[in-house]
C-alpha cells in the first residue's frame, strides 16, 4: 500500500514541511527582533509606549510576510511580491497626494497659534513676488487681496517657506477670531 501512495505522497510531505519550515524561519525571525526591541539598552532609548508600538508593527509585518511567502509557496499566487509592491506603491502616492493638504491643514493650525499676521493686514512674500491685504483664512488658504483688486489664495504651507513682510491694518482681526465667527466683515 505504500508503495501506490509513494508517488503523491513525497511532493505533498516536501510542501507541508518547507511551509513549516517557513512558518518556523518567520517566528524565529520575529522572536530575534522582538527580543532585540526588549534588550536593556535599546530599553533605555525608547519609552514602553514606543517599544509597544514597534513590536506590534513588527508581528504584523511578520505576519504579513510569512503570509505572503506561505501563499507563494503553495502556489495560490503567482507573483506575490509583484503585486504586494504595486500596494505598497500605490498607498506611497496616495500619501504624497494626501500630504499637500495634511501640510496645509497643519500649517494653518501653526499659524493661528504663532500669529504672524491677522485679518485686514498687509503681507507681502518678497521671494514669490505676492503681496496684498489679508481678506480670508481658511484651513488650506490665506485669501490676500490685491492692489489691483484681484483675490489671490497663497497656501498656507508657504508661509513657513518663505519670509513675511507685515504691516498692521487699521482694523485687524486675529485668525481664530476669523474662524469662529461667520461675518464677512472684513470681505
Known sequence: MLETMQPWLLPTLQVIAGAAVL??????AYWLAARGLGMPAVRKRLSDTLAFSLRRLLRWTAVVVGAVMLLEWFGVLGNTWALLSAVLALVAIGFVAV???????????????????????????????????????????????HESGDLIQVPNNIFFQTPIRRRL?????????QLRSDTPELR
Do not use: H, Y
Open 99 to 145: 500630504w499637500s493638504i495634511l501640510s496645509n491643514v497643519l500649517c494653518s493650525l501653526l499659524l493661528l497659534l504663532a500669529r504672524p499676521f491677522r485679518i485686514g493686514d498687509t503681507i507681502e512674500l518678497p521671494a514669490q513676488g505676492l503681496g496684498g491685504k489679508v481678506v480670508d483664512f481658511t484651513l488650506l488658504f490665506t485669501i490676500m487681496e
Open 169 to 177: 491694518g487699521e482694523v485687524t482681526r486675529g485668525l481664530e477670531e
Open 23 to 28: 512558518i518556523v524561519l518567520v517566528a524565529l
